[in-house]
């Protein structure tokens, strides 16, 4: 049977596989395109498509001046995300085999309006003022993740917890800064999707613009079931995984029958 894909996306495959059989090790060049050209019998357009993709799956980075080479894929650890770990934008511990991860991170907040989608996620209106908190981390110096966090100002305006990365409560999480103005949160929900990154993303987090990236939607909850912050955090999907922690309770014991 005739291979009926469209050549961009054979001369992806075939690039694809060589890559993972190994043919082309992390750090070599991608064939120029006049070398695809005239295997492929293609266009100059075609091979640069071609060479997209495989950018945009994470499995090739330009170097400007040199080329396209082989990417790193390797993951470079576990983002576990528990009900014990601080309750930060990061919310999660890192695990990247046995040496420890020196994890640095920074944050700016500034005072706005709520979008649409995130005032439905703190059920407020739509143009709601807000705080919005941008955090950047690094771990070992590498880029690791990229949140954005917002909270009511209905809330926290006017007290000492407005602005979480500064202040007499900064960097206490969110249940440590909104206990301290009396409000209880008692749990937080998550929502994991993936989407392509955005070209400001891309060059924070050291990927191609497209590239897929990890997002997680998590929203804090009060006593009264009342959202009281919400943030998108944005992973690279090839370098970092999500490891989460199921506890089970305790199933009661189950009387034996003794009936005849």
Do not use: N
């Not at 060059?203 to 997680?216: D, I, M, N, R």
């Amino acid at each position: 049977m005739d291979d009926t894909r469209p050549v961009y996306q054979r001369i992806a495959d075939d690039l694809r596989r060589q890559i993972d059989d190994g043919a082309l090790a992390v750090g070599a060049r991608i064939p120029p395109r006049s070398e695809l050209k005239q295997v492929y019998r293609a266009s100059d357009q075609t091979v640069d498509r071609a060479v997209r993709v495989l950018k945009a799956a994470g499995y090739a980075e330009g170097q400007f001046g040199r080329g396209v080479f082989v990417a790193d894929r390797a993951a470079l650890g576990t983002l576990l995300r528990t009900t014990s770990a601080v309750d930060s934008p990061f919310a999660a511990r890192i695990s990247a085999g046995d040496e420890p991860c020196d994890l640095m991170w920074e944050a700016h907040s500034s005072s706005t309006t709520a979008p649409a989608p995130v005032a439905e996620r703190l059920a407020v209106e739509t143009g709601a003022p807000v705080t919005c908190t941008s955090y950047e981390y690094l771990a070992d110096r590498r880029p690791l993740q990229l949140t954005t966090s917002w909270e009511p100002l209905a809330l926290t305006g006017g007290t000492d917890v407005v602005h979480p990365e500064r202040g007499p409560y900064a960097r206490r999480g969110v249940r440590g800064r909104f206990a301290a103005i009396g409000i209880r949160v008692v749990r937080a929900a998550e929502l994991v999707g993936s989407r392509s990154a955005t070209t400001s993303e891309s060059e924070a987090l050291g990927c191609s613009p497209g590239q897929c990236v990890t997002v997680v939607e998590r929203t804090h909850y009060d006593a009264l079931g009342r959202p009281v912050e919400t943030s998108d955090t944005v992973v690279r999907a090839d370098r970092w995984r999500l490891e989460y922690g199921i506890a089970f309770s305790p199933q009661p014991v189950q009387a034996s029958d003794t009936s005849a």
